[in-house]
């Protein structure tokens, strides 16, 4: 299984997940020129797509998608909050049931809920051939269920969004503050680095720091807190950006793409 995330953060996110054969778009949340060009700079054809998976309706999620399905007409799958939440929701989008598994090609897919401002925000768990990837951002608390249900995985991909202090000295109005430090806002490093010490598990490869706030956030900051849980336990670390590609693939990587 590989993972190509093209892009993660607030302005934008999408990831191609691979295995066997199967090629599956995790959002669409960047411009499709900006989608193809990432794809291809990978090696990827955007021809191979087999689906698209959303997480959810924000913008920076799915504003490419239109675009996208005009060229490539694929299935979208997404739960009906989702579609719903849409201002131009894809015609004859697939449901997804959270907590109901799906299977796609070579590919298992299981939508967990994540606590988020949109209609019905999930998070993904994707497995082949025994090996479990957890993929979660957008969510203001790790619950119990998402613990649960990321526990066993060999790679996380967990939002890292802000720190807490930089997000409370920095400029953005209070209001912004206070919804993204909600239940239903995003994840601090600190509040991910609890999660991460529950999750930590002998098979556990790689942890990748996912969705970054560029105003209330730094590479080096979360890289330096991942890190410290993950210290002595061999578990490779990397941070996701807007700008450019990583690529995480079982048994090896993270590399940048
Ligand atoms: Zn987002
Ligand atoms: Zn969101």
């Not at 959002?27 to 990432?38: A, N, P, Y």
């Not at 700079?41 to 087999?50: E, H, M, V």
């Not at 694929?74 to 739960?79: N, R, Y």
């Not at 269920?145 to 409370?168: I, K, Q, S, T, W």
């Amino acid at each position: 299984m590989r993972i190509s995330v093209l892009a993660s953060g607030s302005n934008g996110n999408a990831a191609v997940v691979e295995a066997d054969g199967t090629c599956l778009l995790l959002d669409c949340g960047i411009s499709c020129r900006q989608l193809v060009t990432r794809m291809q700079a990978l090696g990827i054809d955007p021809g191979r797509i087999d689906a698209v998976l959303l997480t959810h309706e924000h913008d920076d999620h799915v504003k490419g998608l239109e675009v996208f399905l005009r060229r490539h007409p694929v299935p979208v799958l997404a739960t009906a909050g989702t579609v719903q939440g849409m201002a131009a929701p894809p015609a004859g989008a697939e449901a997804l049931t959270p907590g109901r598994e799906v299977r796609l090609g070579a590919l298992t897919v299981l939508p967990v809920p994540t606590s988020h401002d949109a209609r019905e925000p999930v998070g993904f768990v994707l497995e082949n051939d025994g090996y479990r990837v957890g993929y979660v951002t957008d969510t203001g608390v790790v619950t119990q269920l998402l613990v649960e249900r990321l526990a066993g995985c060999h790679a996380l991909l967990l939002e890292c969004n802000h720190d807490r202090d930089m997000l409370r000295v920095g400029p953005y109005p209070w209001p912004l503050k206070q919804r993204i430090a909600s239940r239903t806002g995003h994840l601090s490093n600190e509040q991910s680095c609890g999660a991460l010490e529950r999750l930590v598990h002998s098979g556990l490869e790689v942890v990748v720091g996912m969705h970054l706030s560029q105003t209330n956030n730094s590479p080096h900051l979360v890289t330096r807190e991942l890190a410290a849980v993950l210290s002595g336990s061999g578990v490779r670390l990397a941070v996701a950006s807007q700008q450019a590609a990583l690529v995480v693939e079982r048994g090896a990587g993270p590399v940048p793409g």
